[in-house]
């Protein structure tokens, strides 16, 4: 037997009427241990047995069947391509299934590109181990303005997610943190009218002012032709102070919304990476406590995940002509 990846863990569900030997384990979760991973081969262990098997959906990487009862480690075939099996399983945690890997998985798509408001999105994808699958959407091209895009966004603009379990389509960054956070019950906080209340205030909060302000303070610190120096004083200075009220909130407790960890805070996080581009190089130094919780964040395997989705699309990175018409369209098109 093969130990090519010994200790790698990835989640399944054993669910279904496969035979009586499933049966205790319907609707329960089982971790399993990767014992090797051989050209499209992958042979594991459940739990401590072997030999053990059923239906099982690894994420997007499609579906899996082997023979049950079986008295040796089971083998199943990929239909996929070795790179992406290797992939999920190179994430080096483990997910815990009934989120990750389900029997019927709620299989979002998730139309993104690398910029803040589609990276808090997959910040949560990456927490609750969600099966996704990516589409990119490249904005300095224009595919943000396809009919087939604006179908579902109207308002032309990344993030969208499809929920395709549900049927539904889900476009702004807030609004899908809390359509996936009720629809998976997690990183919301105590289900209190208080609690409720300052999730809704902060998670608008960020929805209209961090986010908005920052967008703007970018697009004329980095992008609007002169003169700007009006602008970018009324940006700057706006940004600055939503990001100084986040401080002062974070001065006095671990998370937005105090010691659980939430939506608003992934929200933040998303804008947060971008503190130094908004703001200056040095502007870290005026938020000690956003920046305490934004290398928290940073740290957490699921930012991890998240850095590693910019390697998995090349997304056009001039800010040429085209890119600009595209982008800024009040430059070619008439809003009436
Ligand atoms: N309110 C929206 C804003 C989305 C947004 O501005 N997305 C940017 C990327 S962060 C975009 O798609 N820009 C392309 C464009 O404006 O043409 C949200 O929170 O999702």
């Not at 002012?209 to 980095?222: D, E, M, T």
Request: hydrophobic share 40%.
């Amino acid at each position: 037997m093969g130990s090519h990846y010994p200790g790698l863990r990835i989640g399944i569900s054993l669910l279904g009427d496969f035979s009586p030997a499933s049966a205790h384990c319907q609707g329960r979760s089982r971790a399993i241990t990767v014992l090797s991973l051989e050209s499209r081969i992958i042979t594991f262990l459940v739990g401590n047995r072997t030999g053990f098997s059923a239906d099982v959906w690894l994420g997007r990487l499609g579906r899996f069947h082997g023979p049950l009862g079986s008295n040796r480690p089971t083998q199943f075939s990929c239909s996929l391509g070795l790179k992406s099996f290797a992939e999920l399983l190179f994430r080096g945690r483990t997910c815990h299934p009934l989120s990750a890997c389900r029997w019927r998985p709620a299989l979002i798509t998730f139309y993104y590109n690398l910029a803040p408001n589609p990276m808090k999105v997959a910040l949560f994808l990456e927490e609750a181990a969600l099966a996704y699958e990516l589409r990119p959407v490249d904005t300095r091209k224009g595919e943000q303005h396809r009919p087939e895009f604006l179908a579902i966004n109207p308002n032309g603009k990344v993030p969208v997610i499809i929920d395709q379990d549900a049927g539904a389509t889900v476009f702004d960054s807030n609004a899908i943190l809390l359509y996936l956070a009720e629809k998976t019950g997690r990183f919301l906080p105590e289900n209190t009218p208080v609690a409720r209340a300052e999730l809704l205030s902060w998670l608008m909060f960020v929805a209209t002012g961090v986010g908005p302000f920052s967008g703007q303070a970018v697009h004329f610190k980095h992008f609007a032709p002169e003169p700007k120096d009006y602008a970018i004083d009324r940006y700057q200075f706006e940004a600055k102070r939503h990001y100084s009220i986040l401080d002062a909130r974070l001065s006095m407790r671990r998370y937005v919304l105090g010691d659980a960890y939430t939506i608003i805070d992934m929200a933040v996080w998303g804008w947060a990476r971008m503190v130094p581009f908004i703001l200056g190089e040095d502007a870290w130094a005026g938020f000690p406590n956003l920046k305490r919780m934004f290398d928290e964040i940073s740290d957490r395997p699921a930012a991890q995940g998240v850095g590693k989705i910019k390697d998995r699309h090349t997304f056009k990175t001039e800010m040429d002509e085209d890119a600009r018409r595209n982008m800024f369209r009040h430059l070619t098109v008439d809003a009436a």
